[in-house]
């Protein structure tokens, strides 16, 4: 984008005219009553569009409900009708899962305009109101009218016929915003030139369902700002866009409040344009505490219940494990003892929660024990590991073992791996926010180890895609993830990749 010195642009209502990252200069209008309608008729639109994609989505479910109905009954019992009991279980599961994209605003038009589509959040979302749906019908007593087949098969065709939908949905919004459409929010750009165009380099605002209808550039000495401030509110009055971006550094707080002064006075939502620092944080948002706003941009990743709910998952489960696995553990304790010398368990420090250290179980795979400043990383077809432990770190056996330090609170079921000390002091140094793995506790399996990402870290790619996953777990972590991730530990054969 270039600003020329009368610091005005204004976008080409045709996306002939110039590409859409180009702002020309064009004669300003006033906008009459017919502006005015258009403007609501916009707005207008968007909304029924947003409410159009919910309906669809509910169709699209129900359609799947009933057209699975159709060939499970025709294919496997011949037709005898559908079964109503079923029909009302997935009604019900459509409608709380059309309820639950709405409370959260996924509906709205600019969300359809992301990148790619959130299969994983659709999942969790699919899923749960599932399992709600269920649990309701187990309490009206219900379920027992169900046909269990047909029940399975809804939740997989239901699932798969969302995910296109928000596909197609995604496409059809992004063309009508390329197209100037009502998808997309018409916007006023208003700041620094170089702001600007780092603004519009780095965000591609088209991308986002933004119509940037004119770009101010404003001089950088003090005296001139009301000047160029009085022109800018002026071209707000006229353009009426629905957003205005004040892209002003945040160290600049008196050029800030000229601007928020300026354009309280317009009828358009007000933005305070992102500074870089942002973008290491998916979640920043405005709080409040008590008479207090500050702009949160991190914290603890799991609330009070999360934690509570997580914590009695991994009570429940590894106390179940430890029962039911107990003959395996005892015959590759025994194994150990007979295929080298040393005891069949060996613990090392490890960092836990808050970077607090703590002493992990494993079984011994090698003939070593290492556990100080100098720990060398098993490689493959290294010498010290046994010949019995080439099999149990093979198919994460070793592991087994920190089911008690799950019993004992130092280590979650899932959650990032952790590493030798020594190893967690150099990496912490070398790779940005690694250290924010610490903020959950660590766990015998993990998103990073079902994605093949196991073994020797002999480069710097391979510990920066474990810290993405990680990070990744942590920001979008549910119960149904971890259980996810322990299915994927068992059957897929991605986990058991790059083991040595």
Not at 161 to 186: D, E, F, K, P
Request: net charge positive; aromatic share 10%; hydrophobic share 45%.
């Amino acid at each position: 984008m270039s600003l020329t010195a009368d610091r005005v642009r204004i976008k080409p209502a045709s996306s002939e005219d110039a590409p859409n990252s180009q702002l020309q200069k064009a004669p300003l209008r006033r906008g009459g009553w017919g502006e005015k309608v258009s403007r609501r008729n916009t707005a207008l639109a968007r909304a029924l569009l947003a409410a159009s994609a919910a309906l669809i989505e509910l169709f699209v479910v129900l359609c799947a409900a009933l057209i699975g109905e159709t060939f499970y009954h025709g294919f496997a019992h011949g037709w005898s009708g559908l079964i109503p009991p079923n029909m009302r279980l997935c009604s019900l599961v459509a409608l709380l899962f059309v309820l639950s994209n709405a409370s959260r605003g996924d509906y709205r038009i600019p969300d359809f305009l992301a990148s790619h589509v959130n299969g994983w959040r659709l999942f969790t979302v699919w899923s749960t109101s599932f399992l709600i749906a269920l649990a309701f019908s187990f309490l009206t007593k219900s379920t027992g009218e169900f046909s269990r087949a047909g029940v399975v098969l809804f939740y997989v065709a239901g699932y798969v016929a969302i995910y296109v939908t928000r596909l197609a949905l995604r496409h059809i919004a992004r063309g009508a915003t390329v197209a100037g459409g009502v998808a997309s929010r018409r916007v006023l750009l208003v700041g620094f030139e170089e702001s600007i165009k780092t603004f519009t380099q780095r965000y591609q605002p088209s991308a986002s369902g933004m119509n940037v209808v004119a770009a101010i550039g404003l001089r950088e000495e003090a005296e001139s700002i009301d000047d160029d401030l009085a022109l800018a509110a002026a071209t707000a009055r006229m353009l009426r866009p629905d957003d205005v971006f004040i892209l002003v550094p945040w160290s600049q707080t008196d050029a800030i409040d000229s601007c928020v002064t300026t354009f309280l006075r317009v009828p358009a939502q007000i933005h305070l344009g992102p500074e870089r620092v942002l973008d290491r944080f998916v979640d920043a948002r405005i709080d409040k505490i008590g008479t207090i706003s500050s702009l949160s941009l991190g914290g603890h990743p799991l609330n009070l219940v999360e934690v509570i709910v997580k914590r009695l998952f991994d009570i429940v489960v590894s106390v179940a494990a430890l029962v039911l696995l107990s003959p395996l553990l005892a015959l590759v304790a025994a194994l150990i003892r007979l295929d080298s010398n040393g005891p069949a368990l060996f613990t090392q420090r490890r960092y836990g929660f808050n970077q607090e250290a703590f002493r992990i179980f494993k079984f011994r795979s090698m003939t070593t024990m290492d556990d100080g400043r100098d720990i060398a990383q098993a490689k493959v077809r290294d010498p010290r590991i046994t010949r019995i432990g080439r099999f149990i770190r093979r198919y994460n056996v070793d592991e087994l073992p920190q089911l008690i330090n799950v019993l004992r609170g130092d280590m979650s079921l899932v959650g990032p791996r952790p590493h030798a000390l020594v190893h967690d002091q150099l990496f912490e140094r070398k790779i940005a926010l690694y250290a924010r793995r610490h903020n959950v506790k660590p766990g015998i399996t993990g998103w990073a180890q079902v994605n093949g990402l196991r073994g020797e870290i002999d480069g710097p790619e391979k510990i920066r895609q474990r810290v993405e996953h990680d990070l990744y777990y942590i920001d979008n972590w549910s119960l149904l993830f971890d259980v996810w991730i322990i299915f994927l530990t068992v059957f897929s054969k991605k986990a058991y990749r790059n083991a040595v």
